[in-house]
């Protein structure tokens, strides 16, 4: 029964022996979209040929989950392509480096935290879409909805599928930006009217596009990059911007602080606020973190940016516990269809 | 073990003792090690961190009372009884049947329904649950055939009922397969009928199997979170609420609390498995014949189409998820393809995820056999240290009740500990070893068990007499005996390990990323296609490994297991 160790202990000298091998090795957590990793990985290797990027990547929630279990003792040298939301909370447990990349004065100032120098810059954004398939609008006779209100029209009763805000940065981007759009009230009477049509509520951002594009709902409430990327290979769908504005987030880029590699973290800081890496952005993302250099993206139109809402991130964060309760007081427990199973 | 002992040959007794002490005591206390330091400790480390009364992390006993006095609570724990409880009802009797038609009838064609049944066990869980979406939901093949679609309650009972079904087989397979021939002759030379013979004899020898079989559906049901994300709708249990808390919201504590709940069932499990077996006899003696079924066409077409119902079902859905493979784009174009299966642009490089597997599945299922196994005979075949008897069978209880995503959670806390020298194993490939057999470990445990109860004391006394040492007769006589249900845990280890994806989550570091894990990714990032790809590859691999455990357990059977042949027929 020794093996059982032994071989533990010999497979992680391996591993070990591997490490020491190449140059600086940098642990990056993120979560981006797996098919930009090798594009992303490749040109800042190529910027900073002694420096090799090992990737863990996961969803939003899980890679926020392991690098918060992982506090004590953290395993990853930096962030690259995370919720800033997500790296607002590492921040409040004192987990970031503050650390003003060489190209910070590039950088809008919404787009990056507003403490000098930042724990963290962002990249670039996304923001709150809907998705809608015209082959099952037309077999089943819907309209295409146009702004956030008319998702509550009777004709789309059961047709809606969006992502749970207790499960989700997605969901509770769409949430906070009702509430900050129409007004507390108003926000909650909204959803209100608008929980009667849902057909339910899942547990991820893009997989309500997702639903959308298979046609297993119709009408899908996500966000604008699995919508481009299924509409490219094939999808029947419409991206519908609602004209009350979009609820949007930053995707950044931090130092983890402690980081025996710090100084090759900070150059991964400086590349990813740098006009090389924002010229990868641009291919995935219609919003940039520097001004001046996105190109629009035929999918979507040429005034995105300014479709995107005021969107109070210090609000949204300060009151997140008081609206996923109020949230799940109204939608979760015993809600009607839920009772009726 | 206190038998009459020749004193003469005091000397070479010394000897023996000397080496079985070593056997049992020391092997005992590596056991209680490991499961401290697999089972125990991550866990204390998860309830330590959610019971801590900083902000950000459990918030304490308040937080507790909170949670326990909600309404919200109440519900969603009525919602996974009463999944937990359908599941178990529609499982345990199907499964009893089908292992009853496998064992003890002579249906046509057993190693093909054997295969077929187990095929739900050889892919991720998500793989069930894309097809059932597939077949049964807005745009599936067979929505005709449902007034509403497959989301909520009955998407889950059928999702989990898939799942689980093969784990039950598993462990009534094995109760079935030993009986004792003269009880059958004796029972019928009395007049006895077959049902007074089944319910005198069968079920009295099984029910504890039964007993075991329910627990573990129950236990996995309750615990599992796979099935209710992607089938669930709006159907909330308190695994999703779990996965909720940690995925959703970092909420730890929350998470930890949940899953305090969840550990009731294996609990109360527990006491009732200590209970029944004071009671129950030993089934099996030395002086056993092997009952052969005899021939009765209505019986055996009875039997022969419940199994056909069962296999279709399961068939059908596991064809429904290949096919879904092989499509272009679902549904709106359906030529069929292999480009999913080139893995170009997916998180963690593919092909690397496979080969990771692969080795990891190997790993798991060489060491945690004959780690579980030895285990296994030291608790059920010798009766001194009971009270360490006791914290062995209650520790390796316990990971059948938690969630994956908790003892994940756990690993990385206590392995990630400042100041635990453990730390060197972290993000490597022998932790994920460690926390993969640590989080299989009931199930194979309990299928060495049941086989190692059936197996008189008796062996023992007589290997005593002979004062040959214990650990001798195990190896020589025990294993030779079990070897069928020592395969089917190679088996077991082997494609859990491919399949598993819960608690490697959190533990697989860049190089050691695993092949499940990419499938979860591939779904998450839209790639259906891909995600359904790699679990097919997934699902031939462990096919592929099951097959050649078969082969070589047939040739091994002919060599040590002519005893299960009758004299007579020789």
């Known amino acids: 029964m020794f093996k059982h160790l032994a071989l533990a202990a010999a497979v992680s000298a391996v591993f070990s022996l591997q490490a020491s091998a190449a140059g600086t090795q940098l642990t990056v957590y ?83 935290d507003a403490a000098n120098p930042p724990a963290w810059v962002g990249m670039d954004v996304w923001a709150a879409t809907i998705c809608f398939n015209t082959i099952e609008a037309e077999k089943q006779g819907l309209s295409k909805p146009v702004s956030w209100q008319d998702l509550t029209k009777p004709e789309y009763k059961g047709k809606i599928v969006m992502p749970n805000p207790a499960s989700s940065g997605t969901g509770f981007l769409d949430v906070s930006a009702w509430l900050q759009t129409f007004g507390e009230p108003q926000g909650w009477a909204y959803m209100d009217a608008l929980h009667q049509n849902i057909g339910q509520y899942v547990h991820s951002g893009s997989k309500p596009c997702k639903l959308a594009a298979a046609g297993e709902f119709p009408i899908g409430i996500s966000f604008e990059y699995p919508a481009v990327q299924l509409k490219r290979q ?101 809600s009607e269809k839920v009772a009726q199973q | 073990m206190s038998l009459p002992l020749n004193p003469v040959k005091a000397a070479s007794r010394h000897g023996v003792a000397l080496g079985d002490r070593l056997f049992v005591v020391g092997g005992k206390w590596l056991l209680l090690m490991l499961l ?59 499964a009893y049947l089908f292992a009853y038609a496998l064992q003890r009838t002579l249906i046509p064609a057993k190693g093909l329904w054997r295969g077929i049944s187990l095929l739900p066990l050889l892919a991720p869980s998500m793989l069930p649950a894309i097809a059932l979406v597939y077949l049964f939901g807005n745009q599936g093949l067979l929505r005709g055939l449902l007034s509403d679609n497959i989301y909520g309650f009955w998407g889950i009972v059928l999702g989990e009922a898939i799942y689980t079904f093969p784990h039950a087989l598993m462990i009534l397979l094995s109760a079935l397969s030993l009986a004792d021939a003269r009880l059958f002759d004796a029972a019928s030379s009395m007049g006895a009928g077959p049902w007074r013979a089944f319910s005198s004899i069968t079920w009295p020898a099984t029910r504890q199997a039964v007993f075991a079989a329910f627990c573990l559906v129950f236990t996995l ?23 909720k808390a940690v995925v959703g919201q970092q909420q730890f504590g929350r998470g930890a609390l949940i899953c305090l709940v969840l550990l009731v069932p294996a609990l109360l499990s527990f ?149 635990n020298p453990l730390h060197v194993l972290y993000g490597s490939m022998g932790l994920l070893v460690i926390c993969t057999i640590a989080h299989y470990l009931t199930t194979a445990q309990m299928t060495a068990t049941t086989a190692l109860r059936q197996l008189d004391g008796e062996f023992e006394a007589a290997a005593l007499s002979l004062k040959a040492p214990l650990y001798r007769h195990f190896l020589r006589v025990t294993v030779p005996i079990c070897l069928p249900a020592l395969l089917d845990i190679i088996r077991y280890l082997f494609v859990s390990a ?73």
């Open chain 1, 30 to 112: 993120t979560a981006l979209e797996a098919e930009q990793l090798k594009t992303y990985k490749q040109a800042f290797e190529k910027a900073n040929p002694d420096i090799e990027i090992k990737w863990v990547r996961d969803s939003t929630g899980i890679i926020t989950a392991k690098l918060l279990a992982e506090k004590d003792r953290p395993q990853a040298d930096a962030v690259w392509g995370l919720a800033a939301s997500s790296l607002a909370v590492l921040d409040q447990h004192g987990m970031l480096e503050a650390y003003a990349p060489k190209d910070l004065g590039k950088i809008s100032a919404n787009y990056r």
């Open chain 2, 36 to 94: 401290v330091l697999a089972v125990l400790m991550p866990l204390l480390a998860i309830f330590w961190r959610g019971f801590s009364g900083d902000a950000g992390q459990g918030g304490g006993l308040a937080a507790a009372r909170a949670l326990f006095a909600s309404e919200n609570f109440h519900w969603l724990l009525g919602n996974s009884l009463a999944v937990a409880l359908t599941v178990a009802a529609i499982v345990i009797p199907l």
């Open chain 2, 498 to 570: 491919m399949t598993t994806v819960s608690a490697a989550i959190f533990l697989y570091s860049p190089d050691t990323i695993l092949a499940a894990v990419a499938v979860l990714n591939m779904d998450d990032a839209g790639n259906v296609g891909g995600a359904a790809a790699m679990s097919t590859l997934i699902l031939l691999t462990s096919a592929s490994a099951s097959l050649l455990l078969a082969a070589a357990s047939r040739g091994l059977l002919r060599r040590s297991q002519a005893w299960r042949q009758r004299a007579a027929a020789a």
């Open chain 1, 234 to 334: 094939g999808a029947p769908l419409d991206i519908v911007l609602p004209k009350e504005g979009l609820g949007w987030e930053i995707e950044a880029t931090a130092v983890i602080k402690g980081t025996p590699k710090a100084d090759a973290a900070k150059r991964l800081a400086d590349f990813s606020a740098s006009p090389a890496a924002m010229a990868l952005y641009k291919e995935n993302f219609a919003v940039l973190a520097a001004p001046g250099i996105a190109k629009p993206q035929t999918e979507l139109p040429a005034d995105y940016e300014q479709r995107l809402i005021k969107n109070d991130f210090a609000w949204a964060s300060k009151h997140r516990d008081e609206i996923l309760a109020e949230w799940r007081k109204r939608y979760d427990g015993k």
């Open chain 2, 221 to 243: 049901t309750i615990t599992d979170f796979g099935v209710p994300v992607v089938v669930g709708g709006d159907y909330q249990v308190l695994a999703l609420e779990a996965y």
């Open chain 2, 271 to 419: 006491a009732v498995d200590a209970w029944l077996r004071r009671r129950q006899g030993e089934a099996m003696s030395g002086r056993a014949q092997v009952f052969e079924p005899k021939p009765s066409r209505r019986r055996d077409a009875c039997f022969l189409a419940i199994v056909l119902v069962v296999c279709a079902v399961l068939l059908l859905v596991i064809g429904m998820a290949v096919y879904s493979s092989l499509v272009t784009f679902w549904p709106y174009n359906l030529s069929l393809s292999l480009k999913h299966y080139l893995f170009e642009d997916t998180a963690g490089g593919g092909w690397l995820a496979y080969r990771n597997s692969v080795t990891m599945a190997i790993g798991t299922a060489l060491i945690g056999s004959v780690v579980i196994f030895c285990g296994a005979y030291l608790m059920e075949k010798t009766q001194s240290q009971r009270l360490l008897n006791q914290s062995l069978r209650l520790l390796s209880f316990i990971p059948m009740a938690v969630p994956g995503l908790v003892l994940g959670l756990g690993y990385v806390f206590f392995f990630n500990l400042n100041g």
